[in-house]
């Protein structure tokens, strides 16, 4: 009905931007949501990074001003055999200097490891035999004053982690010494979870190897397996370190998840509401619109005289509605007037006509008799039928082609599909058709019926009645300035005498040899001596057909085909 179609259209009309926005906007809070993330995932882990290497480069500034004290490195390496005085003297300027208080039970975060072995141990002094087997202390020892060393992994002391790092001590050329400053990790610790741990969050530390180190805490205060945490589940930022740890930052993506689904509930009440209001107004405005209309044909429906009687028609107001029943009115008045003259003409001329419609038999009596046998079919649900129907339909549509004799080449390949198909019907054959063409070439035009002949050939002389996979292979490309098709079948294929029959016109009618005739004549006029086609056979191994053409457009071969009249 009329008012269901406005209706429909009025609610897709309508429903159709109000979709759009509201995809719009889901789509625009998900990311909204997400950079929101992003962004705070980047300025909790900046902050983190930058108050952990503050207190890293504290504690290096420290060692770099141990190391370069001139005091130090000129009496390290003294012998204090006989002065023992003097030993201490040294010590307690150097407790003076560093003035580090005791971190937990490590005695100093800076301990000096001195080669010379008349030096006492103390407070910041240890002997070398500590640090032996130590990797890092050894490139430390090759190391420029300079150069920082870290221990790969955290150091242990009294159950306790630290960051730990190497620096040579020199004086002159010669190494008089290993500094350790050890970086208590409870410090790095601390600053992680009271600044990096984000809204429904956990932070982490890795070593350099990527193994995870500072267990990932929730808010709720429950430890998660950092081996677990994946991008796939978790939002993630992560960044290094001056001792090449690496800090991770992340928040679940079920908690954007919830904040976006929460979002698009409220899009989605908002569209269900709207779908409603408009419901309701499409339906009221699509009868205001249609009331007249429908009323006017219900009185078509019940009073048939209303066609054969114009004047039954009663037409009242001045809308859009009248007007099409004045416009109908008259319409009806015609036809009527147009019925009774032709009625008498056609009682008068009966004979007349018969032989005009006898003389008007053409395509399109063809293509109206198969859409009624087509329809007929689909009535009775007879698929096969149908499509041999649409076969048919479309490989005259194609063959015919209004009498013109020049096809493009996608036409010639397509009517070779549908000719297929007919057969596939026509044989109750399963005939595989496999077309490998050149895209640049399906432009191009060639003459009509170019390669049908070929394909039927295969088709009835060397595939019908074969049992095994019957196939036919289509190959098309070019060839500097020719196109070239290679026709293929796995039939039953033909002995040397045959093909040299058919190649030079002494053909035998069972092989189908008038086509194959037909197609060489015709390119031989149209394109010229040195094109044509070759036939490659052999009994029990298929057939291989292969035609040569120029390659032209269709006004070129136009002219071709009046040049040649004119020759002929």
């Known amino acids: 009905m009329i008012r269901n179609k406005i209706f429909r259209n009025l609610i897709l009309f309508t429903s159709v931007p109000f979709l759009i926005i509201a995809v719009y906007l889901s789509v625009y809070t998900y990311q909204k949501n997400t950079m929101e ?85 103390g407070k910041f002094f240890e002997s070398m035999a500590g640090l032996e087997g130590h990797e890092a202390v ?50 790095l610790e601390t600053i992680m979870d009271s600044m990096g741990v984000p809204d429904n969050g956990i932070i982490y530390s890795s070593l350099p190897d990527g193994r995870p180190m500072h267990k990932a ?22 960044s290094q370190v001056k001792n090449g740890s690496t800090i991770t930052i992340a928040t679940p993506r079920q908690a954007v998840y919830l904040k976006n689904a929460l979002a698009f509930a409220v899009v989605a009440a908002s569209f269900l509401a709207y779908i409603l209001v408009m419901l309701l107004a499409s339906r009221m405005t699509a009868q205001k619109i249609t009331n007249n209309m429908e009323n006017f044909i219900n009185k078509l429906k019940r009073n048939d005289d209303m066609l054969l009687h114009e004047e039954l028609i009663q037409i009242k107001g001045s809308d859009e509605v009248s007007i099409l029943k004045l416009k109908f009115k008259d319409l009806v008045s015609r036809m ?51 499509e041999l129907i649409d076969a048919m339909t479309k490989y005259y549509r194609t063959a015919l082609n209004k009498g013109n004799n020049i096809i493009s080449i996608s036409s010639e390949l397509d009517m070779i599909r549908e000719y297929v198909k007919i057969n596939r019907f026509a044989h109750s054959a399963d005939y595989a058709l496999h077309i490998d063409v050149q895209e640049e070439i399906l432009a191009f035009h060639t003459l009509k019926h170019l390669l049908q002949p070929i394909v039927e050939n295969a088709v009835l002389h060397g595939l019908n009645g074969l049992e095994e996979e019957a196939r036919i292979v289509i190959n098309g490309y070019l060839e500097e300035r020719d196109i070239v098709f290679e026709v293929i079948d796995n039939g039953r294929g033909m002995d040397r005498d045959t093909v040299g029959e058919l190649l030079n016109f002494s ?19 149209y394109y010229g001596g040195d094109y044509g086609l070759r036939i490659e056979s052999a009994i029990g191994s298929g057939t291989k057909v292969t035609v040569r053409i120029k390659a032209l457009s269709e006004e070129q071969l136009k002219e071709k085909m009046r040049s040649s009249t004119a020759i002929r």
């Open 37 to 121: 993330v992003r962004g705070e995932l980047t300025d909790k882990l900046n902050r983190t990074v930058d108050a952990i290497n503050e207190t890293i480069v504290k504690y290096i500034d420290k060692s770099s001003y141990i190391i370069t004290n001139k005091y130090l490195i000129n009496n390290i390496d003294k012998d204090y055999s006989y002065d023992l005085e003097q030993m201490f003297y040294f010590i307690d300027n150097v407790n003076a200097m560093i003035g580090e208080a005791y971190t937990g039970n490590v005695k100093s975060p800076y301990i000096i490891h001195a080669y010379n072995e008349k030096l006492f141990e």
């Open 336 to 386: 009527n007037e147009m019925y009774k003259e032709m009625m008498s003409v056609k009682l008068e001329n009966n004979a007349m006509e018969v032989e005009l419609l006898q003389a008007r038999i053409n395509p399109h009596l063809l293509y109206n008799s198969l859409s009624v046998i087509k329809w007929t079919a689909l009535w009775n649900k007879d698929r096969n039928t149908v």
């Open 217 to 238: 805490n929730r808010p709720d205060g429950n430890e998660i397996d950092p081996g677990r945490v994946s991008a796939d589940d978790y939002f993630m930022a992560s």
């Open 507 to 525: 053909y035998a009618a069972s092989f189908g040899g008038y086509g194959i005739r037909n197609v060489m004549k015709r390119i031989q006029t």
């Open 138 to 187: 050894a490139r430390a020892r090759l190391a420029a004053p300079t150069e920082i060393v870290w221990e790969p992994e955290p150091t242990i002391k009294n159950d306790l982690p630290y960051l730990t790092f190497y620096r040579n001590i020199v004086n002159t050329t010669n190494s008089v010494g290993i500094l350790e400053v050890n970086i208590p990790y409870k410090a």
